[in-house]
Nanobody, 126 residues
Framework: QVQLVESGGGLVQAGASLRLSCATSGLTFSSYAMGWFRQAPGKEREFVARSASDWSGGNTYYADSVKGRFTISRDNAKNTVYLQMNGLKPEDTAVYYC?????????????????WGQGTQVTVSS
């Protein structure tokens, strides 16, 4: 049984930092690309960042809105992916989800991902 469990969300002020974690089990973590998505109230789920699997190059991809502020990383030994978020803004407020994609082709649409976590709330006050 595949499980993805996010943690690390919270309430912070604008300009602060948070690090989200997503611990996985039940899948061959190193073979999967891992992504972070977010969904704000009344909005569609949107792509945030992607980390390709090591064997497919280990490249990272970011949404323009977070480029330069967020960093995705992965620890294959711990089967965990992280999202370091710096310089948080009120518009970053959302539920953040991690997801796993078995495909090696870079994909940013949420429908392309195979497994999802339950999400963790991030709230940034102004």
């Amino acid at each position: 049984q595949v499980q993805l469990v996010e943690s690390g969300g919270g309430l912070v002020q604008a300009g602060a930092s948070l690090r989200l974690s997503c611990a996985t089990s039940g899948l061959t973590f190193s073979s999967y690309a891992m992504g972070w998505f977010r969904q704000a109230p009344g909005k569609e789920r949107e792509f945030v960042a992607r980390s390709a699997s090591d064997w497919s190059g280990g490249n990272t991809y970011y949404a323009d809105s977070v480029k330069g502020r967020f960093t995705i990383s992965r620890d294959n030994a711990k089967n965990t992916v992280y999202l370091q978020m710096n310089g948080l803004k009120p518009e970053d407020t959302a539920v953040y989800y991690c997801a796993a994609d078995r495909a090696s082709i870079p994909r940013m649409h949420p429908s392309r991902y195979d497994y999802w976590g339950q999400g963790t709330q991030v709230t940034v006050s102004s």
